[in-house]
């Protein structure tokens, strides 16, 4: 699986965007597809998973009510929808793919496959 990461930029407290990673290689409509990002200086963290079907997402506590996670089965994206975007926020965001598991998994260590990253920084 190769995953493309793409629509990080900079952007202003309170404001919004989206990161897209699209797919390819791979039957993406069985793949399990997740967000993780890695700040200057931190280990990378789990953002948001979702199922095959879309229809189970899973969120870390900070970005509830405030990230979407969705996909396009059709178009083998996967998309990260950040409204209200904080400082915190501010990271690289990196796509990954995990091609054993029918449900999401928060670990790193259980995704095979990983985008370049986009960066996301958010000014105060």
């Known amino acids: 699986v190769q995953l493309q990461a793409s629509g990080g930029g900079l952007v202003q407290a309170g404001g919004s965007l989206r990161v897209s990673c699209a797919a390819s290689?791979?039957?993406?409509?069985?793949?399990?597809m997740g967000w993780f990002r890695q700040a200057s200086g931190k280990e990378r963290e789990f953002v948001a998973a979702?199922?095959?079907?879309?229809?189970?997402?899973d969120y870390i506590d900070s970005v509830k009510g405030r990230f979407t996670i969705s996909r396009d089965n059709a178009k083998n994206t996967v998309y990260l929808q950040m409204n209200n975007l904080k400082p915190e926020d501010t990271a690289v965001y990196y796509c990954?793919?995990?091609?054993?598991?029918?449900?999401?998994?928060?670990?790193?260590?259980?995704?095979?496959?990983w985008g370049q990253g986009t960066q996301v920084t958010v000014s105060s």
């Open positions: 979702i199922s095959w079907s879309g229809a189970i997402t």
């Open positions: 990954a793919a995990d091609a054993h598991r029918s449900i999401s998994s928060r670990r790193l260590v259980d995704y095979d496959y």
């Open positions: 290689g791979r039957t993406f409509s069985r793949t399990v």
